[in-house]
């Protein structure tokens, strides 16, 4: 089914015009019913995480270190200070909301590094208690929908702001919460500011790793049961997209194998967000509660208007 989407999304967008990735996302959105339906759900669940990992894994090929270099110091400290900012803000919106400290630190941590999965793996090292799961599961849900809105949003605002191809790429990649909305949102734009948007949002997800150990170290927990499944502290697509910048930038990589590895991305990327598109639904948010939406929202907005001011002020 999700394969059969991005077929059709690709037929308007090459016949028709317009971003493939969006069509995708939209028709997708279409068949949300299907989300739960035992025959479709183990390939929505395959294309939307093995085929998405899979894409961006094979995006280093598009990627040199050249690029990386040109991309600057400054972008990328942009990128991690609001990182930072950002868990410290979940900390004081949940001291300000009266909640749970572990909510904050989860919520904040979720919006500032990699949405969903960034969820689950501080979730495993927070005190493993049913409040605290029940929160991880609404985060995910609360991210994965904002991560989505932001996807259709953000290329527009970022025109209206007047960014370059390079700045809009470092702000998409600097703010949006999931890997699949960035690189859909990058792609959006351009090439190149999905290119740049792509290595961003990765450099934020390598930042997973000392910030899981921080919150372990401080919390002292042991580790415990729960419903979730904690994901490896370095994803083994970041491994595999490192592994491929590194070899494309010495040039062991002829330009036509690069093609079809570019266009197998491509492929498994509109893949992912059509099934993505179906396993969105807006009408979840309304089951979070005001509490978690406006810590999720507030943390979003004020990432995002520290990495656009932190632009504009930088040039």
């Known amino acids: 089914m999700a394969t059969a989407i991005a077929l059709s999304a690709s037929f308007i967008s090459m016949n028709y015009g317009g971003p493939q990735l969006l069509y995708a996302l939209f028709f997708g959105l279409a068949f949300h019913f299907l989300s739960q339906d035992p025959t479709c759900q183990p390939g929505i669940e395959f294309c939307s995480k093995v085929l998405l990992r899979t894409g961006v894994a094979l995006l280093g090929v598009r990627i040199t270190l050249a690029q990386i270099v040109s991309v600057g110091i400054a972008p990328l400290a942009i990128v991690i200070g609001a990182l930072l900012a950002t868990i410290g803000f979940g900390y004081l ?22 949405g969903a999965s960034a969820a689950m793996a501080i979730s495993a090292v927070l005190p493993q208690t049913k409040e605290n799961e029940k929160f991880t599961l609404l985060t995910v849900v609360g991210v994965t929908s904002l991560s989505t809105m932001a996807m259709i949003v953000y290329p527009l605002l970022v025109k209206l702001i007047g960014l370059d191809a390079t700045e809009a790429g470092v702000f998409i990649g600097g703010t949006i919460h999931d890997v699949a909305q960035v690189v859909g949102a990058g792609y959006l734009v351009s090439n190149h500011t ?11 997800v390598a930042c997973l ?13 042991k580790s415990g049961k729960t419903e979730f499944d904690a994901p490896p502290l370095v994803p083994f697509f970041l491994i595999g997209f490192v592994f491929l910048v590194i070899v494309n930038s010495i040039g062991f990589i002829p330009h036509q194998v690069g093609g079809w590895i570019s266009d197998a991305s491509r492929a498994c990327l509109v893949t992912a967000i059509a099934a ?15 509490r978690p939406v406006i810590m999720l929202v507030m943390e979003t907005i004020w990432i995002a208007v520290l990495v656009i001011g932190a632009l504009l002020l930088s040039r």
């Open 194 to 204: 999905g290119d740049v948007a792509t290595f961003v949002k990765l450099t934020r």
């Open 209 to 221: 790793v000392p910030v899981v150990l921080g919150l372990s170290i401080a919390f002292k927990t």
């Open 276 to 290: 993505l598109g179906v396993k969105t639904s807006f009408q979840s948010l309304a089951s979070l509660g005001w």
């Open 93 to 114: 919106l949940s001291k300000w909301l009266k909640r749970p400290i572990a909510e904050g630190l989860l919520s904040g941590g979720s919006v500032a590094i990699c």
